[in-house]
Antibody, heavy 117, light 105 residues
């Protein structure tokens, strides 16, 4: 069974950074891309970027370049996303999702990031 | 960039009814479209990929169709567990439609 387990909710101060994790099981991590997506309350879903589990190759939505940095640890089948210079506009739920060709077939449970002083 | 326009934004329907949700792309997306269901407080779940292929484990009352710039998701015989928001997503720059909130009448 494919599973993506994300880290817990984060409360961070403006200007700080946060690192989110997505631990996977049930499939061969190095054979798939992992995407990260953002959903603000009551709003649309935005694709942030993706990273290949095999070699760490990345692609980013232009909007999130400089904001998000994606990495992987193949030894633990875990994907990470660093978000930097956080502002209130970064308060949202963030999802990791396995990318199968061009769609997202399995999703993590999501993690809420709240940016507040 | 390709834009996705989803309609309606909200929908109220009765149990057993057939419901249709539509997505229109700003240019031809050659069946590069997926549909997701999201229940409150949960992550989106894949229903349909490649415009008309049913994802593993998804009930057969869900179906997708369309071509070119126009696509639709149909739910036959609406069940109470289908109350959720639905999103389309196109493949070319991974953009999503604005969502449709489906409620019971």
């Amino acid at each position: 069974e494919v599973q993506l387990q994300q880290s817990g909710a984060e409360l961070v101060k403006p200007g700080a950074s946060v690192k989110l994790s997505c631990k996977t099981s049930g499939y061969t991590f190095s054979n798939y891309y992992m995407s990260w997506l953002k959903q603000m309350p009551g709003q649309n879903i935005e694709w942030i970027g993706n990273i290949y589990g095999g070699n760490g190759g990345t692609g980013y939505n232009q909007k999130f370049k400089g904001k998000a940095t994606l990495t992987v640890d193949k030894s633990s089948s875990t994907a990470y996303m660093d978000l930097s210079s956080l502002t209130s506009e970064d308060s949202a739920v963030y999802f990791c999702a396995r990318t199968n060709n061009y769609y997202f077939d399995y999703w993590g449970q999501g993690v809420m990031v709240t940016v507040s002083s | 960039d390709i834009q996705m326009t989803q309609s309606p934004a909200s929908l109220s329907a009765s149990l057993g009814e057939t419901v249709t949700i539509e997505c229109r792309a700003s240019e031809d997306i050659y069946n590069g479209l997926a549909w997701y269901q999201q229940k409150p407080g949960k992550s989106p779940q894949l229903l349909i990929y490649n415009a008309n292929s049913l994802h593993t484990g998804v009930p057969s009352r869900f179906s997708g169709s369309g071509s070119g710039t126009q696509y639709s998701l149909k739910i036959n015989s609406l069940q109470s567990e289908d109350v959720a928001s639905y999103f389309c997503q196109q493949y070319y720059n991974w953009t999503f439609g604005g969502g449709t909130k489906l409620e019971l009448k």
